[in-house]
């Protein structure tokens, strides 16, 4: 399971409240991701991170932001939640060496009333 | 259009058949190119991995890249009940700048009944 955990791995939250997921690593890599996982969709990239404090948006970044202050934590935060946002959200490594891919946690469900 | 189009299904077939599993794209830079499976509830886990094109193999599941039709194919052969899972493909470029970043397919909702 490439230690990844992800909590909480359930939530259920109202509209306009703040949320912060967590992911926690503990083999040191480098790259860290977040996505969402919605029908019809797939997987999505929300942000990423290249190393501490080094973050870009991926493909559906609007209303999130993240930081990563430590090497092992990666944080992503619903600014303000809507109902859009309901989903289930993935966290992933990049592994290095010649087969440099990515593995994922379990995921964690949001549920936006 | 998606960068990545992979028929949704659902797929249906009986315990031992060949399944065959396909994803087209449109970006040339693609360079590998993975299928991962996901059980009901669970994260995806890696499946197959390959770089460029050709075919791989592990035991029942073989990856196929064209790279000059940019399409790919995951076979799974003597399908099992235990088989039965979503499976999503993903591609990225190769180079630093990409940062590692993969685009999938919608994912295949496959049944295997016994």
């Known amino acids: 399971d490439a230690g990844i955990t992800q909590s909480p791995r359930h939530k259920v939250t109202e509209t306009g409240t703040p949320v912060t997921l967590r992911c926690h690593q503990t083999e040191n890599h480098r790259y860290m991701y977040w996505y969402r996982q919605d029908p019809g969709h797939g997987l999505r990239l929300i942000h990423y991170?290249?190393?501490?404090?080094?973050?870009d948006k991926g493909e559906v970044s609007d209303g999130y932001s993240v930081s990563r202050s430590k090497t092992e934590d990666f944080l992503l935060t619903l600014e303000s939640a809507t109902s859009s946002q309901t989903s289930v959200y993935f966290c992933a490594i990049k592994t290095g060496g010649p087969q440099e891919t990515q593995y994922f946690g379990p995921g964690t469900r949001l549920l936006v009333l | 259009q998606k960068e990545v189009e992979q028929d949704p299904g659902p797929l249906s077939v009986p315990e031992g058949a060949i399944v065959s599993l396909n994803c087209t794209y449109s970006n040339s830079a693609f360079q590998y190119f993975m299928w991962y499976r996901q059980y009901s509830r669970k994260g995806p886990e890696l499946l197959m991995y390959?770089?460029?094109?050709g075919n791989k193999e592990d035991g029942r599941f073989t990856a196929q890249v064209d790279k000059s039709s940019k399409y790919i194919s995951l076979f799974i052969r003597d399908s099992q009940p235990s088989d039965s899972a979503t499976y999503l493909c993903a591609m990225s470029p190769a180079g630093g700048t990409s940062y590692g970043k993969l685009t999938f397919g919608q994912g295949t909702i496959l049944t295997v009944h016994p």
């Open positions: 390959t770089y460029s094109s």
């Open positions: 991170s290249y190393g501490v404090k080094d973050t």
